[in-house]
């Protein structure tokens, strides 16, 4: 036990004031370390010029998922000082302001049987969002049958396990089919989205932040947090609403096709979209899938990029010189924080088609066991998409039993169907000899 006189100092008054002068001099002493920690957490302005050059994919990819009507409501948020920077070295570059899909996908042309491997953002989009939605309904279904397995295995297996599990699981699915057809009376025209929350958002996440900025200038005239978000929140709507956005989203005719497309990621997926096209109507997506159509950026467009990169630099600028007041501070990242959540979700939620600028509406789904069932029945129903799909998930060529004559005569005939002459011509691999060539009439 310590001494009776120490124990006394140590809680006499006198002890304990100079103690708690002690801890308040460190934590106000801006050299100690408690006393910058505290300092920076009061005062918080220099990060806040910092934050503003962090994020800049997200505003992009933000920007390419509304985009679309006259007024893109991307709030002002983190990041877009970087994003304004980065879009001049892009509008002066290549001459894209869209960003490319997250994945790779294969656009087919059922009719011609040609292929293309695409990355672009609103097919990826489209694929993304629909695949995403069909995974969360297969999480549920039995383990994968091998087509190595017999049916009398099988059916064995199955038996014993029906005496063994109480709740029914769903049939596993090798592949997935599912078509869709082409609107003739959308509620937008095709490439124009239509307007979802995701869209409405932005409005009213702008309205708020406006209404958090007029609080200081409210309570005690400092206006200069309304001039922040104000300008940034202008400079915001007015880089998202280009219109090169637009024509890059959609570049490609919109006068439509007849000829059928298939999406998929291509052999390993078990889901692939099949849209229906129509004559004149809907958008193209075979030109769609290579951008042939795209226009570099045009001069307006790099004027405008560049004017707007000055601009957020001034207020970066002015952003740094707000120190002194707290509350001011606070407010701005506060701001900025609602702005980031709702560049976040806009960037990464799922929508639908028509909110993408496709209209389109699902009017079949084909799904089997095993993928050649899958294939078989889409042939039946969709003659030439069945066979379009063959050299993806086979791309081995597709194998039959020599007993089954059945499945070899359906298979003969559709081949034959497919490589039939067309509105195109004649396949080169199925060009007659030259001494049946000159008995042709001419």
């Known amino acids: 036990m310590a001494p009776i ?5 140590a809680s006499s008054a006198a002890t304990q004031q100079l103690f708690s002068r002690e801890t308040e001099t460190a934590s106000s002493d801006p050299t100690s370390t408690a006393g910058s920690m505290a300092l920076q957490w009061r005062q918080p302005a220099g990060i806040l010029d910092v934050l503003l050059l962090v994020g800049a994919p997200v505003v992009r990819c933000a920007i390419a998922q509304l985009a679309g009507r006259i007024v893109t409501p991307v709030a002002f948020s983190f ?11 892009s509008s002066f570059g290549d001459g894209r302001l869209m960003p490319e899909s997250e994945t790779s996908l294969m656009v087919v042309d059922t009719n011609s049987g040609h292929g293309r491997t695409t990355s672009t953002w609103v097919i990826g989009r489209l694929f993304r969002d629909f695949n995403d939605r069909l995974m969360e309904s297969m999480k549920d279904e039995e383990p994968h049958i091998s087509s190595d397995v017999s049916e009398v295995q099988t059916l064995g297996s199955a038996s014993e396990k029906e005496e063994k599990i109480v709740t029914k699981r769903k049939p596993f699915e090798g592949l997935r089919v599912t078509v869709f057809e082409v609107e003739e009376n959308p509620p937008t025209p095709h490439g124009v989205p239509t307007l979802d929350w995701v869209w409405y958002s932005g409005c009213v996440v702008i309205i708020v932040q406006l209404g958090i900025a007029a609080v200081p200038w409210v309570a005690n ?5 309304f001039l922040v978000t104000a300008a940034g929140n202008l400079f915001s709507l007015i880089g998202g609403s280009i219109p090169q956005w637009r024509r890059e989203k959609w570049a490609c005719p919109k006068n439509g096709s007849k000829d059928h497309i298939i999406i998929t990621e291509g052999n390993g997926s078990r889901s692939a979209m099949v849209i229906l096209g129509k004559k004149d109507v809907g958008l193209k997506f075979e030109v769609l899938a290579r951008s042939t159509r795209l226009a570099p950026a045009t001069l307006s467009t790099k004027l405008v990029t560049s004017l707007l990169a000055v601009l957020w630099i001034l207020l970066l600028i002015t952003v740094a010189g707000i120190v002194e007041d707290t509350w001011s501070t606070t407010d701005l990242l506060g701001i900025g924080l609602l702005g980031s959540i709702q560049n976040l979700i806009a960037a990464g939620v799922h929508r639908s088609p028509a909110a993408l600028g496709i209209h389109i509406r699902e009017v079949d789904t084909i799904r089997a066991r095993f993928v050649a069932e899958t294939l078989k029945e889409v042939e039946h129903k969709y003659p030439r998409v069945g066979t379009s799909l063959l050299d993806i998930f086979f791309p081995g060529s597709m194998r039959i039993k020599e007993e089954n004559t059945e499945d070899i005569t ?12 067309n509105k195109h011509g004649i396949r080169l691999d199925r060009l007659p000899p030259a001494a049946q060539q000159e008995k ?3």
């Open 5 to 9: 006189w120490l124990a006394k100092l």
């Open 79 to 89: 990041g877009w000082v970087g994003y304004a920077v980065s879009v001049v070295l």
């Open 221 to 225: 005239g400092r206006w200069d947090t």
């Open 410 to 421: 359906f298979w003969r005939a559709a081949l034959e169907r497919r490589l039939a002459k």
């Open 440 to 442: 042709l009439p001419r």
